[in-house]
T-cell receptor, first 110, second 115 residues
Framework: SQQGEEDPQALSIQEGENATMNCSYKTSINNLQWYRQNSGRGLVHLIL?????REKHSGRLRVTLDTSKKSSSLLITASRAADTASYFCATDYGNNRLAFGKGNQVVVIP | DGGITQSPKYLFRKEGQNVTLSCEQNLNHDAMYWYRQDPGQGLRLIYYSQIVNDFQKGDIAEGYSVSREKKESFPLTVTSAQKNPTAFYLCASSMGPRDRPYGYTFGSGTRLTVV
Protein backbone atom coordinates (compact mmCIF):
# COMPACT_ATOMS: atom_id res chain seq x y z
CA SER A 1 0.00 0.00 0.00
CA GLN A 2 1.13 3.58 -0.56
CA GLN A 3 2.49 5.18 2.53
CA GLY A 4 5.24 7.41 3.81
CA GLU A 5 8.51 5.87 4.82
CA GLU A 6 10.62 7.59 7.43
CA ASP A 7 14.40 7.59 7.60
CA PRO A 8 16.26 7.03 9.90
CA GLN A 9 14.21 4.58 11.93
CA ALA A 10 15.87 5.42 15.24
CA LEU A 11 17.80 8.46 16.40
CA SER A 12 19.59 9.16 19.66
CA ILE A 13 20.83 12.70 20.40
CA GLN A 14 21.98 14.88 23.26
CA GLU A 15 19.67 17.49 24.71
CA GLY A 16 20.13 20.79 22.89
CA GLU A 17 21.08 19.20 19.57
CA ASN A 18 18.89 19.27 16.50
CA ALA A 19 17.04 16.18 15.29
CA THR A 20 16.28 15.65 11.62
CA MET A 21 14.19 12.89 10.12
CA ASN A 22 13.04 12.30 6.56
CA CYS A 23 10.00 10.83 4.90
CA SER A 24 9.54 9.66 1.34
CA TYR A 25 6.35 8.84 -0.51
CA LYS A 26 5.38 7.34 -3.83
CA THR A 27 2.78 9.38 -5.71
CA SER A 28 1.28 12.88 -5.76
CA ILE A 29 -0.16 14.11 -2.49
CA ASN A 30 -2.57 16.80 -1.32
CA ASN A 31 -0.66 17.34 1.91
CA LEU A 32 1.79 15.69 4.28
CA GLN A 33 1.47 15.66 8.04
CA TRP A 34 3.76 14.85 10.97
CA TYR A 35 2.61 13.31 14.23
CA ARG A 36 4.26 12.49 17.56
CA GLN A 37 3.50 9.47 19.72
CA ASN A 38 4.69 9.02 23.27
CA SER A 39 5.05 5.43 24.40
CA GLY A 40 1.70 3.69 24.81
CA ARG A 41 -0.30 6.78 23.90
CA GLY A 42 -2.24 8.12 20.94
CA LEU A 43 -0.73 10.23 18.20
CA VAL A 44 -0.61 14.01 18.40
CA HIS A 45 -0.78 16.14 15.27
CA LEU A 46 2.27 18.41 14.95
CA ILE A 47 2.18 20.12 11.59
CA LEU A 48 0.63 19.91 8.12
CA UNK A 49 2.26 21.08 4.90
CA UNK A 50 0.29 21.34 1.66
CA UNK A 51 1.58 20.20 -1.69
CA UNK A 52 2.04 23.81 -2.87
CA UNK A 53 4.13 24.75 0.19
CA ARG A 54 7.88 24.20 0.49
CA GLU A 55 8.56 25.03 4.12
CA LYS A 56 6.59 25.54 7.30
CA HIS A 57 7.49 26.41 10.88
CA SER A 58 5.77 25.80 14.18
CA GLY A 59 7.71 26.69 17.31
CA ARG A 60 10.87 24.53 17.30
CA LEU A 61 9.61 22.47 14.37
CA ARG A 62 10.54 23.05 10.76
CA VAL A 63 9.07 20.97 7.97
CA THR A 64 10.14 21.00 4.34
CA LEU A 65 8.48 19.39 1.36
CA ASP A 66 10.15 18.59 -1.96
CA THR A 67 7.46 17.33 -4.33
CA SER A 68 9.99 16.72 -7.13
CA LYS A 69 11.81 14.23 -4.90
CA LYS A 70 8.62 13.11 -3.15
CA SER A 71 10.19 13.68 0.23
CA SER A 72 9.75 15.70 3.41
CA SER A 73 11.93 16.43 6.40
CA LEU A 74 11.11 17.29 10.00
CA LEU A 75 13.65 19.25 11.99
CA ILE A 76 13.35 19.66 15.75
CA THR A 77 15.69 22.38 16.96
CA ALA A 78 17.23 22.62 20.44
CA SER A 79 15.83 19.24 21.45
CA ARG A 80 14.59 18.55 24.98
CA ALA A 81 14.17 15.35 26.93
CA ALA A 82 10.40 15.79 26.51
CA ASP A 83 10.85 15.43 22.73
CA THR A 84 11.62 11.73 23.25
CA ALA A 85 8.90 10.00 21.25
CA SER A 86 8.14 8.31 17.95
CA TYR A 87 7.48 10.58 14.99
CA PHE A 88 5.30 9.57 12.06
CA CYS A 89 4.75 11.14 8.71
CA ALA A 90 1.36 10.68 7.05
CA THR A 91 0.41 11.36 3.46
CA ASP A 92 -2.96 12.53 2.17
CA TYR A 93 -3.44 11.23 -1.36
CA GLY A 94 -6.83 12.89 -1.65
CA ASN A 95 -8.88 9.77 -1.03
CA ASN A 96 -10.23 10.90 2.38
CA ARG A 97 -7.69 8.85 4.31
CA LEU A 98 -4.14 9.19 5.58
CA ALA A 99 -1.37 6.64 5.01
CA PHE A 100 1.12 6.48 7.87
CA GLY A 101 4.77 5.50 7.79
CA LYS A 102 6.40 3.14 10.25
CA GLY A 103 7.72 5.91 12.45
CA ASN A 104 11.01 7.29 13.74
CA GLN A 105 11.99 6.66 17.33
CA VAL A 106 13.82 9.66 18.77
CA VAL A 107 15.60 9.52 22.13
CA VAL A 108 16.88 12.77 23.62
CA ILE A 109 19.49 12.20 26.31
CA PRO A 110 19.48 14.80 29.11
CA ASP B 1 -12.80 19.61 27.10
CA GLY B 2 -13.23 18.35 23.57
CA GLY B 3 -11.57 15.16 22.51
CA ILE B 4 -11.80 11.49 21.72
CA THR B 5 -12.35 8.87 24.39
CA GLN B 6 -11.42 5.25 23.83
CA SER B 7 -12.40 2.55 26.26
CA PRO B 8 -11.35 0.32 27.76
CA LYS B 9 -7.63 1.11 27.96
CA TYR B 10 -6.78 -2.59 28.27
CA LEU B 11 -8.88 -5.50 27.02
CA PHE B 12 -8.34 -9.23 27.20
CA ARG B 13 -10.08 -11.59 24.80
CA LYS B 14 -10.40 -15.33 24.91
CA GLU B 15 -10.08 -17.38 21.77
CA GLY B 16 -13.35 -17.39 19.82
CA GLN B 17 -14.81 -14.33 21.51
CA ASN B 18 -16.04 -11.15 19.91
CA VAL B 19 -15.09 -7.92 21.67
CA THR B 20 -16.13 -4.33 21.05
CA LEU B 21 -13.87 -1.32 21.44
CA SER B 22 -15.55 2.00 22.16
CA CYS B 23 -14.68 5.33 20.53
CA GLU B 24 -16.59 8.52 21.33
CA GLN B 25 -15.81 12.08 20.23
CA ASN B 26 -17.34 15.44 21.19
CA LEU B 27 -15.47 17.47 18.60
CA ASN B 28 -18.36 17.52 16.12
CA HIS B 29 -16.07 15.87 13.57
CA ASP B 30 -17.67 14.22 10.57
CA ALA B 31 -14.99 11.63 9.85
CA MET B 32 -13.77 8.85 12.13
CA TYR B 33 -11.13 6.17 11.66
CA TRP B 34 -9.83 2.98 13.23
CA TYR B 35 -6.16 2.05 13.00
CA ARG B 36 -4.25 -0.95 14.22
CA GLN B 37 -0.66 -0.54 15.41
CA ASP B 38 1.79 -3.43 15.69
CA PRO B 39 5.44 -3.04 16.71
CA GLY B 40 7.58 -1.98 13.78
CA GLN B 41 4.66 -1.80 11.34
CA GLY B 42 3.29 1.68 11.90
CA LEU B 43 -0.45 2.31 11.64
CA ARG B 44 -2.71 0.34 9.36
CA LEU B 45 -6.23 1.47 8.51
CA ILE B 46 -9.05 -0.91 9.45
CA TYR B 47 -12.24 1.06 8.72
CA TYR B 48 -13.23 4.67 8.25
CA SER B 49 -16.44 6.66 8.11
CA GLN B 50 -16.98 10.04 6.48
CA ILE B 51 -20.60 10.45 7.55
CA VAL B 52 -23.23 8.88 9.80
CA ASN B 53 -24.61 5.54 8.59
CA ASP B 54 -21.79 5.10 6.08
CA PHE B 55 -18.35 3.50 6.39
CA GLN B 56 -15.67 1.99 4.16
CA LYS B 57 -13.15 -0.80 4.53
CA GLY B 58 -9.53 0.14 4.99
CA ASP B 59 -6.48 -1.98 4.22
CA ILE B 60 -7.02 -4.69 6.84
CA ALA B 61 -10.79 -4.93 7.43
CA GLU B 62 -11.04 -8.74 7.52
CA GLY B 63 -12.16 -9.97 10.93
CA TYR B 64 -13.44 -6.56 12.02
CA SER B 65 -16.79 -4.78 11.87
CA VAL B 66 -17.97 -1.25 12.66
CA SER B 67 -21.11 0.83 12.90
CA ARG B 68 -21.76 4.57 12.69
CA GLU B 69 -25.26 5.15 14.01
CA LYS B 70 -24.36 8.45 15.69
CA LYS B 71 -21.93 11.16 14.69
CA GLU B 72 -20.18 10.93 18.05
CA SER B 73 -19.63 7.18 18.14
CA PHE B 74 -17.70 4.68 16.00
CA PRO B 75 -17.37 1.34 17.82
CA LEU B 76 -15.10 -1.40 16.47
CA THR B 77 -15.89 -5.10 16.94
CA VAL B 78 -13.04 -7.56 16.73
CA THR B 79 -14.61 -10.84 15.72
CA SER B 80 -13.43 -14.39 16.19
CA ALA B 81 -12.54 -14.37 12.49
CA GLN B 82 -9.60 -12.08 13.25
CA LYS B 83 -6.81 -14.61 13.76
CA ASN B 84 -4.21 -12.32 15.26
CA PRO B 85 -6.04 -9.55 17.14
CA THR B 86 -3.38 -8.75 19.73
CA ALA B 87 -2.42 -5.15 18.98
CA PHE B 88 -2.81 -1.52 19.96
CA TYR B 89 -5.98 0.00 18.46
CA LEU B 90 -6.26 3.71 17.79
CA CYS B 91 -9.37 5.70 16.94
CA ALA B 92 -9.14 9.09 15.26
CA SER B 93 -11.43 11.80 13.93
CA SER B 94 -11.11 14.74 11.56
CA MET B 95 -13.09 17.62 10.13
CA GLY B 96 -12.85 19.99 7.24
CA PRO B 97 -13.58 19.79 3.55
CA ARG B 98 -10.91 18.53 1.26
CA ASP B 99 -9.72 21.99 0.33
CA ARG B 100 -9.07 22.96 3.95
CA PRO B 101 -7.39 19.88 5.35
CA TYR B 102 -6.93 19.43 9.03
CA GLY B 103 -4.95 16.93 11.01
CA TYR B 104 -6.44 14.00 12.85
CA THR B 105 -7.25 13.94 16.54
CA PHE B 106 -6.44 10.60 18.13
CA GLY B 107 -7.73 8.82 21.19
CA SER B 108 -5.34 7.32 23.73
CA GLY B 109 -5.78 3.80 22.41
CA THR B 110 -6.96 0.35 23.53
CA ARG B 111 -4.47 -2.45 24.00
CA LEU B 112 -6.11 -5.76 23.14
CA THR B 113 -4.53 -9.04 24.20
CA VAL B 114 -5.71 -12.55 23.38
CA VAL B 115 -5.39 -14.92 26.33
Amino acid sequence: SQQGEEDPQALSIQEGENATMNCSYKTSINNLQWYRQNSGRGLVHLILIRSNEREKHSGRLRVTLDTSKKSSSLLITASRAADTASYFCATDYGNNRLAFGKGNQVVVIP
Amino acid sequence: DGGITQSPKYLFRKEGQNVTLSCEQNLNHDAMYWYRQDPGQGLRLIYYSQIVNDFQKGDIAEGYSVSREKKESFPLTVTSAQKNPTAFYLCASSMGPRDRPYGYTFGSGTRLTVV
